[in-house]
């Protein structure tokens, strides 16, 4: 079935580095929609961004991904992070054939310091 | 105002208890979702529905039923309950399908003893 792979667990930062979430997902489907979804603490998750078209970029809030099919990868960027950057970040995928199942990756918690 | 309401908030229940957790979105969405959060596993899809269908089913445990009396309504029953059912429940709910952005609800808090 469709798994989404978030390799870090954990990501620690200073505030103002450039911060790179990594996402690689699997689907034998070929158009497949990708989000990201930011939790904050005692907070519900909202969506970041989604993106479903190859090889173009998608920004929202400083925030920016890029959908790879060649490499099934959507990895979130930004620039300079900042405090408020920290929160829980998912992953997650749709298969794209109209279906009604989210496939949502482990989470990367982001933790911002000064 | 919310948009999407569940009640109750918190919710401790003795192992072995049934309770019902309340969802109503009020987006005007036609697909309706049920996920679990816990600290051993992230956010976890169990149920979608789509006019009062069930679409996919992801929980393999028959004790989770979920109920939907109205299009923006979709209930969760949880029966004999497991100190291991300790969870944060999210609703959600998107416009048509899974390929739209999905609103979580602020999620019920339980605590199974």
């Known amino acids: 079935g469709d798994s989404v792979t978030q390799t870090e667990g954990l990501v620690t930062l200073t505030e103002g580095l450039p911060v790179m979430l990594n996402c690689t997902y699997q689907t034998i489907y070929s158009n497949p929609f990708l989000f990201w979804y930011v939790q904050h603490l005692n907070e519900s998750p909202r969506l970041l961004l989604k993106?479903?078209?190859?090889?173009k970029r998608t920004e929202h809030q400083g925030f920016h991904a890029t959908l790879h099919k060649s490499s099934s990868s959507f990895h979130l960027q930004k620039s300079s992070a900042q405090l408020s950057d920290s929160a829980l970040y998912y992953c997650?995928?749709?298969?794209?054939?109209?279906?009604?199942?989210?496939?949502f990756g482990s989470g990367t918690r982001l933790l911002v310091s000064p | 105002d919310p948009k999407i309401i569940q009640k109750p908030k918190y919710l401790v229940a003795v192992t072995g208890s049934e309770k019902i957790l309340i969802c109503e979105q009020y987006?005007?969405?036609?697909?309706m979702y049920w996920y679990r959060q816990s600290a051993k596993k992230p956010l976890e899809f169990m149920f979608s529905y789509s006019y009062q269908k069930l679409m996919d089913n992801q929980t393999a445990s028959s004790r989770f039923q979920p109920q939907s009396s109205k299009k923006n309504h979709l209930d969760l029953q949880i029966t004999a309950l497991k100190p291991d059912d300790s969870a944060t429940y999210f609703c959600?709910?998107?416009?048509?399908?899974?390929?739209?952005?999905?609103?979580f609800g602020p999620g019920t808090r339980l605590l199974v003893l």
């Open positions: 993106s479903f078209t190859d090889n």
């Open positions: 959600a709910s998107s416009q048509r399908d899974s390929q739209d952005t999905q609103y």
């Open positions: 997650a995928l749709s298969d794209g054939t109209g279906g009604y199942k989210v496939v």
């Open positions: 987006l005007g969405h036609n697909a």
